[in-house]
């Protein structure tokens, strides 16, 4: 390979792949550890961006989905189908076509990410609108996959998900050169918590580190079931990526918590939008709102006392912030045009 060579290469031998695996990639993974300095700053640890807005379809779904399509490939499925609130399609549809298999996706109606819904359409899905929840379109693709066997059901259910996406884990401790004491994520369906735990835990195992850091799991206020202790029947957040009511890996996602030492907490919108703010306009990096989440997190849990100065920290931030320009443009006043004059150019910078 000239280059990265996409994460099931590159993990090869901690992925459950035969030789006969068929890999499809678009060669995800390797994403930037990125030093965050604000961040570090204002918290008195040493913070990192872990940015998975930067693999191909701008979510780290992508490393989820080149095994759970791989794997759909190498066991002769035709479709693969997922319920999602927006980037399990944009990355499922892009992998599919990648395949040159089918791709369906259920969608909640109306509730889901403009950019997202953009790829999933360029890309070739067959788009689904349905008049409920994530949680109503993912109990309706488990039901239809479990009726038709040559459909794939792609959710992070699917263990190849989290087989793909526990690779963030490696990627961190290989940088770093150790586990961070806290790492920080959004929680939505749970399926990413579980994965980074299940790859801490197995680095941990080998003795390639010699910790595992405690997990920071963050849900947005309105759609908070593990935080309460109690599904939710109808989340509600301006965080669309994690407005979810009933976490399919709920049990993971304790057991995650629990083994770890660590906690959930609920981040209100407000609080949200505040990070959002802030990863963009001090870090330099431009993520969804639910991706906010590990950084409202964080400062939280700085704010009381959870996370110690001196502590190392990694937050994922899991979505590219131009998958939702509704909420980034939300608010922002619309400026007059200028006439072509460098005067009027100047003045519209308050100068002269
Ligand atoms: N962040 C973003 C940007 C997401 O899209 C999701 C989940 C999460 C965090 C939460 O991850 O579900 O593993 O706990 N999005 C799914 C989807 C539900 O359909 O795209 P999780």
């Not at 309460?228 to 399919?248: F, L, Q, W, Y």
């Not at 802030?278 to 431009?286: L, M, N, P, R, S």
């Not at 959870?306 to 994922?316: D, F, N």
Request: hydrophobic fraction near 40%; charge should be negative; charged fraction near 20%.
């Amino acid at each position: 390979h000239p280059g990265w060579p996409g994460l099931i290469e590159a993990y090869r031998d901690r992925l459950p792949v035969g030789p006969d695996f068929t890999v499809v990639t678009l060669q995800e993974g390797n994403t930037p550890l990125l030093p965050a300095p604000y961040l570090s700053e204002l918290t008195g640890c040493e913070v990192y961006l872990k940015v998975e807005g930067l693999n191909p379809t701008g979510s780290f779904k992508d490393r989820g989905m080149t095994m759970a399509v791989s794997d759909a490939v190498t066991r002769g499925k035709r479709a693969v189908l997922c319920a999602s609130t927006g980037n399990t399609s944009a990355s499922a549809a892009a992998y599919a076509t990648r395949a040159g298999i089918t791709c369906a996706v259920l969608i909640p109606e109306g509730k889901i990410a403009m950019g997202k819904l953009a790829q999933a359409v360029m890309h070739g899905a067959k788009i689904i609108q349905v008049q409920g929840n994530f949680d109503d379109c993912l109990e309706l693709a488990r039901k239809a996959t479990a009726e038709f066997d040559e459909i794939e059901l792609v959710n992070s259910v699917n263990p190849a998900r989290i087989e793909g996406q526990k690779t963030a884990a490696f990627e961190i401790v290989d940088v770093l050169g150790r586990a961070p004491d806290v790492h920080a994520l959004p929680v939505g369906n749970a399926g990413n918590i579980t994965a980074y735990w299940k790859g801490y835990s197995e680095y941990y195992a080998d003795g390639v580190s010699t910790s595992r850091p405690r997990m920071l799991g963050v849900q947005a206020a309105g759609a908070a079931p593990l935080v309460n202790g109690a599904p939710v029947k109808n989340p509600e957040t301006i965080a669309t990526a994690i407005r979810i009511g009933s976490p399919a890996s709920w049990n993971q996602a304790v057991a995650a918590k629990e083994e770890s030492g660590g906690v959930f907490r609920a981040a209100t919108d407000e609080k949200l939008l505040e990070a959002y703010r802030i990863v963009a306009g001090h870090e330099g990096v431009f993520v969804e709102p639910a991706s906010a989440a590990s950084v409202a997190g964080l400062l939280a849990a700085h704010a009381d006392g959870w996370v110690k100065p001196g502590e190392t920290v990694v937050c994922t931030v899991t979505g590219n912030g131009l998958k939702d320009p509704d909420t980034a443009l939300a608010g922002i006043p619309t400026v007059e045009a200028i006439p072509v004059d460098p005067v009027s150019v100047a003045r519209a910078l308050g100068l002269g």
